[in-house]
C-alpha cells in the first residue's frame, strides 16, 4: 500500500530521485554539458594569448612555454583553435543527445507510472478530481518536465560553468581587479532570487488555472450533444472564454513580474563591463597588466555577466517546471485506499457463493446507503434486486467488485473476505453489466473482446448471438469491424446495451452481475436478451438488478430494498402473496391485480 511520504523534499531532489535509474546518463550529460561551455569559452583564451604572441612575440606566454618563433605560436594556436571547436561540437552533439534521450524517457516513464497510479485508486478519488484536471498533470504538467530536461537542464549547468570558470580565471589572471567585474554578482543574485521567491506561487496558480482550462475543455466536448440541443453553443463559448481568459491573466501576472527584473539585471551588468573596461585599461597603461590580458578580460566579462541576464529565464523554466513537479508528486503520493489482498484465486475453481454480513457503508462519510444488511447468494442460484433510486442496489456490486470499500461487516466469496484477495483475481470471476455502458472508441469487435483480448472472432460472433447483437451487428457498414465512435456515440443506448452484455458473456465469469442490464432495449428485444440469459445463467451465480419487474420475475429469489435495508425477500409469487412494495409496483407496471398475475 502506497502511504504519503512523511517527509517534504524538494521538487528538484523528488525529480532527481526519480531519475536515479538513469544516474550513469545524467551523469555523462552532465559532464558533456560542463565540457561544451569549457570549450565554447577557450576561444577569448586564444584571443589573448594571440594578442600576446604579437604584442610580445619572443617574450609571449607560448615563448616561456618553449615554442619561440612568432609564427610557428600562430599555427599552435591556429591547431588549437581548430581543436577546440571540434571538441565543442562533438561535445554539443552529445549532450543534446543524452539530454533529449533522457527528457523522452523520463517523460514517457513518468507519465505511466502516473497513470498506473491513478488506476489503482479507488473510485472516491476520481468522484472528487476531475477529468481534466487529471489529464492536464499526465499531458501539460509531464510535458513542462520533459521541455525542462530538453534545454532548461542544460541552461542551467552552462550558466554555473560559465560563470565559475570566468571567475576562477579572472582571480588567477588578474587579482587586483577581478573584483571589479564581480561587483554587480551579489545584487545580481539577491534581486533575482527575491523575485523567484514571488514567482513560485504565481506558476503554481497558472498550472492550477490550466487544470480548470483541461475541465472546461473536456466537459463541452463531453456534452456536445446536450450544448447544441439546448442551443448553449454561445453560453458554452463564454465558459471557455472566462476560463481561457483567466487562464492568460494568470500567466500575464508571473510574465509581469519575471520580465520587470531585467531592466535592472541589465544596468548592472553595462556597470560591470564598464567598470572592467576603464579600470582595466587604466592597469594596462600603467604598466601593471598586459594588453593579452587585457583584451581577454574585456572580451571575456561578458561571458562572466551577459549569462545573468538569461538568469531569470533559466529561473522562469525552472519555477514552472517545479510547479508541474509539484502536481505530478502529489497525484503519485496519493495513498492507495483499497489495497490488493493477498489471496489468489483460480477462476475455475470459483463456485460463486456471495455473502454479504451485516454491511454498513456511506459514500465519503455521509449519510449511510447500506445500513447492516445481510444477504446470501448460493452458488449457481440467480437473484434479482429491486428498490427505488437510491435505495443501495448498485452500491452492493460496487462493493463486491471492490471499487469502494465497507465500513463495517464483510463481503465473503466462497467463504473468504474478498479483501484478501487479489483485486486482480476477484474481479476476474466477476462479469458485470453496468447501467451505465462505456464503450471505447474502437471497433464492435474490439469492444465486445475488451478484457477477453485473445478471444477469436468465432467466438465474438457467438457472444454476440447469445447478447441479441449479432443482428444489428451485420447490417452496420462495416459489420464487426465498424467503429462505435467515442463511448460507443455511434450506436443507439439498446445496441450499446447488447455489445455491454455480449462483452460480459464472452468473459464467461462464474459470476454474472446485471445492473439494468436491459433498461434500454425495447420489450421484445429484451424478451429474446431473456431468453438467452436463461441458458448463460445456468450454473452460474447471477445477481440481477432492475426497475423492469418482468427482468425478475423467473429469478431463484428476488430481494427489495428499502433506503439501505431489505424489507421483502422471496419468489415472485410469494412475493405477490405479502402483497407489499413489490406486490404493488407488480400491479403497476403489469396493469393486472396480484391475484391475476
Not at 40 to 51: C, M, N
Not at 201 to 228: E, F, W
Not at 512 to 531: C, F, G, H, M, Y
Not at 568 to 577: D, I, N, V
Request: net charge neutral.
Amino acid at each position: 500500500m502506497k502511504q504519503t511520504s512523511t517527509r517534504t523534499y524538494p521538487p528538484i531532489w523528488r525529480l532527481l530521485r526519480h531519475g536515479k535509474p538513469y544516474r550513469v546518463q545524467i551523469g555523462s550529460a552532465i559532464a558533456f554539458s560542463i565540457c561544451r561551455t569549457l570549450f565554447d569559452l577557450a576561444p577569448p583564451y586564444l584571443i589573448g594569448v594571440a594578442i600576446d604572441v604579437v604584442v610580445q612575440q619572443d617574450t609571449s606566454l607560448m615563448a616561456r612555454l618553449g615554442i619561440v618563433d612568432p609564427l610557428t605560436q600562430l599555427g599552435v594556436l591556429s591547431l588549437l583553435t581548430i581543436a577546440v571547436w571540434g571538441l565543442e561540437s562533438f561535445s554539443q552533439y552529445a549532450a543534446d543527445k543524452l539530454w533529449h534521450t533522457l527528457a523522452q524517457t523520463i517523460q514517457h516513464e513518468l507519465r505511466v507510472e502516473t497513470y498506473n497510479h491513478l488506476q489503482e485508486l479507488e473510485l472516491a478519488f476520481f468522484e472528487d478530481h476531475s477529468t481534466g484536471t487529471l489529464l492536464s498533470i499526465l499531458n501539460d504538467d509531464i510535458n513542462q518536465l520533459e521541455r525542462f530536461l530538453n534545454e532548461g537542464a542544460q541552461w542551467l549547468i552552462d550558466f554555473f560553468t560559465r560563470v565559475s570558470a570566468v571567475s576562477i580565471s579572472f582571480v588567477l589572471l588578474a587579482p587586483h581587479i577581478a573584483w571589479i567585474a564581480m561587483l554587480p554578482i551579489p545584487v545580481i543574485l539577491w534581486g533575482t532570487f527575491a523575485f523567484q521567491s514571488r514567482l513560485a506561487p504565481r506558476y503554481d496558480a497558472v498550472r492550477d488555472q490550466a487544470g480548470h482550462i483541461s475541465d472546461r475543455l473536456s466537459n463541452n466536448l463531453s456534452g456536445i450533444a446536450t450544448i447544441k440541443s439546448f442551443t448553449a453553443e454561445v453560453y458554452a463559448s463564454d465558459r471557455v472564454y472566462i476560463e481561457s481568459d483567466a487562464y492568460r491573466r494568470s500567466n500575464q501576472r508571473a510574465i509581469s513580474l519575471s520580465v520587470a527584473f531585467q531592466p535592472v539585471l541589465r544596468s548592472m551588468i553595462l556597470l560591470g563591463f564598464v567598470l572592467t573596461l576603464y579600470l582595466g585599461g587604466r592597469e594596462v597603461l600603467q604598466g601593471r597588466l598586459s594588453v593579452g590580458t587585457y583584451g581577454f578580460m574585456v572580451f571575456i566579462v561578458q561571458d562572466l555577466l551577459w549569462p545573468f541576464t538569461e538568469l531569470s529565464e533559466i529561473l522562469d523554466a525552472y519555477q514552472r517546471a517545479m510547479a508541474s513537479v509539484r502536481r505530478v508528486m502529489g497525484l503519485l503520493d496519493t495513498a492507495i485506499a483499497i489495497p490488493h489482498g493477498h489471496h489468489s484465486l483460480l477462476i475455475k475453481t470459483v463456485r460463486g457463493d456471495v455473502r454479504f454480513n451485516n454491511i454498513t457503508f456511506a459514500y465519503n462519510s455521509r449519510h449511510l446507503v447500506l445500513s447492516h444488511l445481510s444477504l446470501h447468494v448460493p452458488a449457481g442460484s440467480t437473484i434479482g434486486i429491486f428498490g427505488a433510486t437510491g435505495s443501495g442496489k448498485s452500491t452492493l456490486v460496487k462493493l463486491l467488485l471492490r471499487f469502494y470499500e465497507v465500513q463495517s461487516g464483510h463481503i465473503l466469496m466462497d467463504g473468504i473476505d474478498i479483501r484478501d484477495l487479489r483485486l486482480f483475481d476477484l474481479r476476474q470471476c466477476i462479469g458485470w453489466v453496468s447501467q451505465d455502458v462505456f464503450l471505447f472508441h474502437g471497433t464492435v469487435a474490439e469492444n465486445i473482446a475488451y478484457g477477453s483480448f485473445n478471444a477469436s472472432l468465432d467466438d465474438i460472433i457467438h457472444a454476440a448471438k447469445l447478447a441479441e447483437a449479432h443482428g444489428f451487428i451485420e447490417q452496420l457498414p462495416q459489420g464487426y469491424d465498424t467503429i462505435v465512435g467515442e463511448r460507443g456515440q455511434k450506436l443507439s443506448g439498446g445496441q450499446r446495451q447488447r455489445l455491454a452484455i455480449a462483452r460480459a458473456i464472452l468473459k464467461d465469469p462464474p459470476i454474472l452481475v446485471l445492473d439494468e442490464a436491459t433498461s434500454a432495449v425495447d420489450n421484445e428485444t429484451e424478451a429474446a436478451i431473456q431468453k438467452s440469459l436463461a441458458k448463460i445463467t445456468q450454473n452460474r451465480t447471477t445477481i440481477a438488478i432492475a426497475h423492469r419487474l418482468s427482468t425478475l420475475r423467473h429469478a431463484d429469489c428476488i430481494y427489495v430494498m428499502d433506503n439501505g435495508k431489505l424489507v421483502e425477500q422471496g419468489t415472485h409469487e410469494q412475493l405477490l402473496a405479502i402483497a407489499g412494495i413489490y406486490a404493488n409496483l407488480w400491479t403497476v407496471q403489469s396493469g393486472l391485480s396480484p391475484s391475476l398475475a
